[in-house]
């Protein structure tokens, strides 16, 4: 096991701290976790790039990711990036935006702002909001959802890939989780700071109906043979249709 990832398990394993407000908690969990933060993670927050490849952004589009951290999700927007008319990458961790600065300091089409997710809002409406494994640490996730809709143009896009857990009776077409998956995941991530939930699904998929859902599992580093549900989800401000997958 490489040092990094070791430092990185006995951080995860003594878990977020518990005082303090939630940019105080983010940034002593992952301050000491920074330079290593993108490799250990890479292994872990799995269908990034497959997110941003159902967002399918085009030239001149102006597209906020909440909750950025380090800015590694720019990365797989690969010459589509430059083509942007701008990106802004948002989140409340000092030591995760300074590696985003770091990142983006030679593409001028990208800001980075330091701010809570739930609150912040572009200066005109955007064409895409994006959330990568964000929405399960947002203490106000609802109002996270509801900030994320009304900075859309319409016709505008939102997209989230996180880890969740499904209801014990989720909607016909739905994946149902067994009950241990649904008892310990929540309590796996809790620890953490991260909490999978049924509700986060449901709202989006209510708050917009014209969408596409992909619910799949991804392998856990070092803990073979277990696979964590997580989900893509991109829907479509003012739409109606729904477009499972």
Known sequence: MPASDASILLRLLRGQPRRGSHAQRLQAFYAPQAAAYDSFRERLLHGRRELIAMLDPVAGERIVELGAGTGRNLLFFGDRLAALEQATLVDLCPALLERARERTAKMPNVDVIEDDASRWRPSQPVDCVYLSYALTMIPDWRAAIDNAIAMLRPGGRLGVVD???????????????????????????????????????????????????????????????????????????????????
């Open 163 to 245: 880890f969740y857990v499904s209801a014990a009776r989720p909607e016909a077409g739905l994946v149902r989780h067994g009950p241990l998956t649904r008892w310990f995941w929540p309590r796996w991530f809790g620890h953490d700071g991260v909490h999978p939930n049924p509700e986060h699904l449901a709202l989006l998929r209510a708050r917009l109906p014209d969408h596409r859902l992909i619910e799949t599992r991804a392998p856990v580093p070092y803990l073979p043979g277990l696979r964590m549900p997580c989900y893509r989800f991109v829907g479509r401000v003012g739409g109606v249709r729904s477009t499972p997958a």
